[in-house]
């Protein structure tokens, strides 16, 4: 059964193919498959590497938001948790881990230790990683609860989303 | 052995001309041998019948500005019959160096490179002295009293800079 | 470490490696696939703990413990806070120390958990880390209501707790402990009869006895070699005194014998939780002293002396006497020792953190020598590294 080809009738047909054709630019589309599955380079540091884990276990259930893989290669990954305080020692490691990483990269950092310093205010630490790396996020707390570093990611997944996917 | 008492006993026999203090503090017995004899009082008790101490801890402490600058302390532990023993030497600022004790105890290899990683203490006759907690190209030995704890101020809004040990300031000795 | 051959290749493992539970560094030297060098680089994470304490009052040294050794959060904060009570010469009420111990007991399983969660996906066993991690989160939830953070809780104080415990807390660490022999079990018949677990495990990374004594290594790294030290039984300390548990010995020293170890010790420590529950005193949580611990918050309205005492502790801190201790404590990876070093005034003049796994790990070059590179990665699970621990 063919379907008869009528003539184009504007008032009709306009309204028929904004409900089913959905019109955007490539960069918007590429931009949502983004934000849905970042996949974050599975890089503990200290403390908050074991709350990392958790989140990513079965109660806090990660995969939910699509970013449950934690990719053991930095190249496979578009996304670095700092879930830790740096040293001295470690920033240059995590300068060229961060460097390794593809375009687009996303970082969060994780806790107050990589955030500012935290408590720690001394000669070994680097006070905050952004002095070595761009932040995105910043997730506040001594470790941050599961929560709190779920609730990160949804508002870097809002940042995905409207910067169009780049930085 | 029955004892850090004994321990003592054992050094006191053994090397006749060593020049002991001992002292006890809440149970735990400290013994300060010389420098020099350091080596030959912790071979001794190694050696002696009846126990097998481990070597726990070996740790230092500075003195600044006080001299002999540093104390190298060696904690040994006893497993069966349980002893402790606190054993010290204490060296001069200018030439802070001691015999290494990797030969007694091969867990004594990275206890004394972090003692000289952080003080600067050299032990002669280690293997490797190299740093091992701090990067390579660190200058300076963090845990020296004359070093900064190299804090940055933190800004709170509407309030000027702090510097946070100095919040509570440190107080003079009591008692 | 021998001068490279020119058939001898040198990789390096870290420090961004998910099997090396943290930032450790190894600089591997392989024949083939057959190790004949190890070398560990560490301090990737070093924090500075030790002067950071220096340069603080104790009331204040209180947060640091907890951050040095993560997995096992109570235990360290009560070997930090022993040290200063010996430095004082004071004891805490009884039931301060009964729920001192409960909670510590309780840290040691939540920590063997993770190490058993860690190992198993180390060997892909996924499903394992999931199991364990879930039966952490039971036990984290009654830290989370006892002090309000499920990790760091700064919850002791210097003679006693920050406060009483909670309504429904016995009965809520009663169910868990009572469900907890169920769940080793499970975790027994899951591992321990396994295959493949134990072909991975069994015969790896021996440790003998001697070796482990000359590195000074303690902990199940020690007595799964056979050597019966246990900080609880040899010095007691808080109380552990009172209660009857056994110090289980592996035979081996191999990696399976650790694990064993470990299993065995979670069924003591549920042992150790359900008396120290039955025997649970009442009574106040702090010592009295006022030169010592805040007073409680409700006499701070009514009484001026109080409010002084409470200015002064905080303004200034606590003065113990001058002189020096150490303070021992069986943490999960081994003897955790803090060496407090006081002249009188409000700070520690130097504060020594003995740390149980910077020794055990020494012990890794002799474990792996002549193993196989896939070996690298059970080895390390099993000396149950916490890198905060090592570097400090």
């Known amino acids: 059964m063919t379907a008869r080809m009528s003539p184009w009738n504007p008032e009709r047909d306009d309204a028929e193919l904004e409900r089913r054709v959905l019109t955007t630019t490539v960069e918007r589309m590429v931009a949502w498959a983004r934000q849905g599955s970042v996949w974050p380079a599975s890089f503990g540091l200290a403390c908050c590497a074991i709350e990392m884990m958790c989140t990513a276990a079965a109660r806090f259930d990660l995969a939910r938001f699509g970013s449950e893989l934690f990719r053991a290669s930095p190249r496979q990954a578009d996304l670095m948790i700092v879930s830790g305080r740096v040293s001295q020692k470690m920033a240059p490691v995590l300068r060229h881990i961060y460097d390794q990483m593809l375009e687009p990269k996303w970082v969060i950092a994780m806790g107050d230790c990589s955030s500012c310093g935290g408590v720690f205010n001394n000669y070994a630490l680097v006070q905050g990683v952004d002095k070595i790396v761009p932040v995105d996020v910043y997730v506040a707390g001594c470790p941050p609860r599961p929560e709190a570093l779920m609730h990160g990611f949804l508002m870097l997944r809002e940042k995905i989303g409207a910067t169009g996917g780049r930085r | 052995m029955s004892g850090a008492g004994a321990c003592v006993a054992l050094l006191r026999e053994r090397l006749r001309d060593l020049d002991l203090d001992v002292t006890e503090f809440r149970g735990e017995v400290t013994v300060i ?62 030439v802070a160096v001691m015999a290494s004790v990797t030969g007694l105890w091969p867990g004594a290899n990275w206890l004394e490179r972090e003692v000289y ?27 020296r009293k004359d070093f900064p704890l190299t804090e940055e101020p933190v800004q709170f809004s509407g309030h000027t800079p702090k510097v946070p040990s100095t919040i509570i300031p440190k107080s003079p000795p009591r008692r | 470490m021998p001068e490279p051959r020119p058939e001898t290749l040198t990789i390096n493992m870290g420090p961004q490696h998910p099997a090396t539970h943290g930032v450790l560094r190894l600089l591997l030297e392989l024949e083939g696939e057959v190790i004949v060098g190890t070398r560990p680089i560490i301090g990737h994470l070093h924090t500075g703990f030790e002067k950071e304490m220096e340069n603080r009052t104790y009331h204040q040294n209180i947060v640091f413990p907890a951050r040095i050794e993560y997995l096992a959060t109570f235990i360290e904060e009560m070997a930090y806070v022993l040290a200063v009570e010996k430095l004082l010469g004071i004891t805490p009420p009884p039931r301060a120390q009964v729920a001192r111990i409960i909670l510590a007991e309780m840290s040691r399983v939540a920590s063997h958990l993770v190490f058993l969660g860690s190992s198993a996906i180390d060997v892909n066993v996924s499903s394992g880390f999931m199991y364990c991690l879930q039966d952490r989160e039971e036990i984290l939830d009654i830290f989370d209501m ?156 009514r009484s ?64 792996v020598y002549r193993g196989f590179i896939a070996d690298v990665v059970v080895a390390i699970a099993s000396l149950d590294v916490v890198l905060g621990d090592v570097d400090r």
């Open chain 2, 33 to 94: 041998v010389p420098a020099a004899q350091a080596f030959e009082a912790l071979r001794a008790l190694r050696d002696a019948p009846g126990w097998t101490p481990v070597l726990t801890d070996l740790t230092a402490i500075d003195r600044f500005p006080a001299e002999p600058r540093f104390e190298v302390v060696y904690l040994l532990t006893g497993y069966s019959p349980p002893v402790r023993l606190r054993v010290k030497a204490r060296l001069p600022g200018e």
């Open chain 2, 117 to 143: 990683d952080m003080f600067g203490i050299r032990f002669e006759g280690h293997p490797g002295l190299t740093r091992i907690l701090m990067p390579d190209d660190w200058e300076g030995h963090p845990l």
């Open chain 3, 146 to 301: 006892v002090s309000g953070q499920r990790m760091m809780h700064g919850y002791y104080r210097i003679g006693g707790l920050h406060q009483d415990l909670p309504e429904g807390f016995e009965a809520r660490v009663r169910q868990i402990a009572e469900g907890l022999a169920g769940r080793v079990d499970e975790y027994d018949s899951l591992l321990t009869d396994n295959l493949i677990w134990r072909k991975r495990l069994e015969g790896v990374a021996v440790l003998t006895p001697q070796t482990a004594l000359a590195y000074g290594c303690t902990g199940p790294v020690l007595r799964g070699s056979g050597v019966n030290y246990d900080v609880r039984k040899a010095f007691p300390y808080g109380g552990y005194e009172q209660f009857e548990f056994d110090v289980p010995l592996g035979r081996n020293g191999d990696a399976f014998d650790r694990y064993l170890v470990r299993m065995e010790e979670m069924r003591q420590s549920r042992r150790i939780i359900l008396q120290a529950l039955d025997r649970l005193p009442g009574g106040p949580v702090r010592l009295d002293d006022r030169k010592i611990a805040l007073p409680p918050r409700g006499e701070l309205v």
């Open chain 3, 304 to 367: 001026m002396e109080a409010v002084i005492h409470q200015f002064k502790l905080v303004s200034e801190g606590l003065h113990p006497p001058a002189g020096e201790v150490y303070a021992a404590v069986e943490s999960p990876r081994g003897e955790k020792g803090y060496y407090l070093v006081s002249d009188g005034s409000n700070r520690p003049s130097r504060v020594r953190v003995r740390a149980a796994t910077f020794n055990n790990l020494q012990a890794l070059p002799a474990m």
